[in-house]
């Protein structure tokens, strides 16, 4: 009889289990260009910081990234933010990421992309920030 109890368990427990696996969604977009954690925290942390530190900027910074992942490989993020972090370094250092006719292309592309996924995320951009 506790044979017939357990039978009994282990096939309820098998039938929820698999009807919870087939409710589980599909993905249907994943990431194009996934980033890793750390940059996306960088990222909105930044953001946050700059529009304010209030708590709505977190979930608008948060869209702001994504946004930007979605049409930026995280290698071109890296380097175009590389050109970003270091042309206000002074003398010959920060020349060659000042000078750079590709960094200057690549900071002004990311420039507008960025700006366009904070405004589409309610953010208003501030003009050279």
């Known amino acids: 009889m506790q044979y017939l109890c357990h039978l009994r368990f282990f ?6 289990a698999s009807t919870c696996a087939a409710a589980e969604p599909a993905h249907e977009n994943p990431p194009v260009n ?16 700059a529009n304010g530190g209030k708590l709505a900027a977190l979930y608008q910074c948060s ?23 270091n042309a206000n370094l002074p003398g010959e250092g920060g020349g060659m990421f ?5 960094g200057r292309k690549l900071v002004k592309n990311y420039r507008e992309l960025e700006s366009d996924a904070l ?6 951009p501030r003009v050279g920030a």
């Open 119 to 124: 405004h589409s995320c309610g953010i208003n």
């Open 11 to 16: 096939i309820i427990s098998m039938a929820v």
């Open 34 to 49: 996934n980033f890793p954690t750390q940059a996306r925290v960088e990222y909105v942390n930044q953001c946050i910081s």
């Open 98 to 102: 000042r000078d750079s006719e590709r």
């Open 63 to 85: 869209c702001a990234i994504d946004r930007i992942a979605n049409n930026l490989t995280y290698d071109d993020y890296v380097e175009v933010t590389t050109f970003i972090k």
